[in-house]
């Protein structure tokens, strides 16, 4: 029986460009028959806590390494010595078995006007978008919402009122604009309630949340969703690594099945949870996103939780940004604004662009077959847990022909990876040709 704590995917992301992938004519092992959720958020331990009883981690991609027998803490690597064990006790949620959902999915967006924040080029965005077919116009059913009257072609969007008066009730601290949370409760509630709209999303197998200024890619969504299944509890993935709910909200993958429970619950969760930004669950950073809302009624209700870091690139998430971006001065932490290359980009949601100008040369670049000289050029790689030639879960063993060498020898090299999976790794490239070998792939 095939056991994945995330997707088993190693195709490789250098035909999750332009054309679709035959997953047939590939590497890939099967698709897993059962997944090992991860705990939910509440359920873990903070960098601060121990987490030699909960066996996880609030922060997202680390691990719970003992450090003695009555000590364990979470750190994304553990290296022996110093008194530290570094024997790996994560624990996860019970296995469960899985189904393939299909691959056809919904796709949605929300404009939101009346925000109270500066001027955006949303509008000429969902335009361009929609006149060429791309973004979420490219996936199989769409919805546009947006708190005032719209019309993008011939497309008249959904309107969304303001019905419990609480759009910009919150606002958030670092921008003064309107906290989403309330808007998309209202979309949410509308999409459950509105016939013609639920029909369709329970047509499909995924609901899809994207933001306007990311660029979105349907087929490569729907070539990496095709490799995952679904559990009766519904899933939805992680898609950034090494943050307190990385959840991210450029793009929002979440099956048909987990969304109709949130939607089933969706009072509950705005009554019970935190969402204004009170100081409980540890949370430090204000009113929540739509994003954080969604997930955390997500955990709340018991949908399956996985990563799937390879979803995005994105310039909001740490993990994504190379090292060396100078910060914002006065900040010891916040960097500055960084956009994702996008000719180095296979991911299906490259994030943020918010210009038509921006996002239509990134979708040009993204969607060009990649030189073979390329310094970040796809390795072929060897499907063995980094850890066992490596040394931690944050490095893999791969086969770069084109820019590592050790085509001749068959010698791979221990490269950073962009994502990791427990069973059977996957990144987004090597990025970084590392100087350690780890000897030839397995046959």
Known sequence: MAVAIASVMTFSHQKLRAEPVNLTATHATQLASTIKPLKPRKNCASGK??????????????????????????????????????????????????????????????HFHDNHYKPNHELELLKMQMQRGLGIFACDAFELFSDVQLSVGDYEAVTVDDLE?????????????????AIFYQVWQLMRGTSAVWDKVQDKGWVIKADV????????????????????????????????????GNLEVVSTKGFKIVADN??????????????????????????KFLQECMDRHGVAKLPLYELT??????????????????????????KPSCSDSYAPSTHPFMTVESWETCYADTMKPKPPTTSSHPPTYCTLTPSAICGNTD????????????????????????????????MRGCRFCGDEQCGPCPS
């Open 49 to 110: 806590e121990q987490c030699m009883d909960s066996g996880c981690c609030k922060q997202t991609g680390a691990r719970c390494f003992k450090m003695d027998e009555k000590h364990a803490w979470c750190n994304m690597t553990c290296s022996k010595g110093k008194g530290w064990s570094c024997e790996d006790i994560t624990a996860t949620r019970d296995e469960v078995a899985v189904e393939r959902p299909g691959t056809a999915l919904y796709c949605y967006a929300v």
């Open 165 to 181: 008066g609480d759009f910009c009730k919150y606002k958030r601290p670092d921008t003064g604009a309107c906290a989403n949370t």
């Open 213 to 248: 200024d990311a660029v979105l890619i349907p087929q490569r969504l729907t070539d990496m969703l095709s490799q995952q299944g679904e559990p009766n509890m519904g899933v939805y993935y992680e898609n950034c690594k090494g943050v307190d709910s990385g959840f991210y």
């Open 266 to 291: 969706l009072e509950e969760c705005k009554r019970n949870l935190c969402w204004g930004g009170e100081l409980c669950e540890d949370w430090k950073w204000g009113p929540w996103g739509e994003d």
């Open 313 to 338: 690139y994105d310039g909001c998430c740490a993990s994504d940004r190379p090292d060396g971006v100078e910060k914002i001065p006065g900040s010891e932490k916040k960097p500055q604004k960084w």
């Open 395 to 426: 490095r893999l063993c791969v086969l770069d022909h084109q820019t590592c060498g050790g085509e001749e020898r068959g010698e791979g090299f221990c490269c950073a990876a962009a994502g990791y999976f427990e069973e059977v790794p996957m």
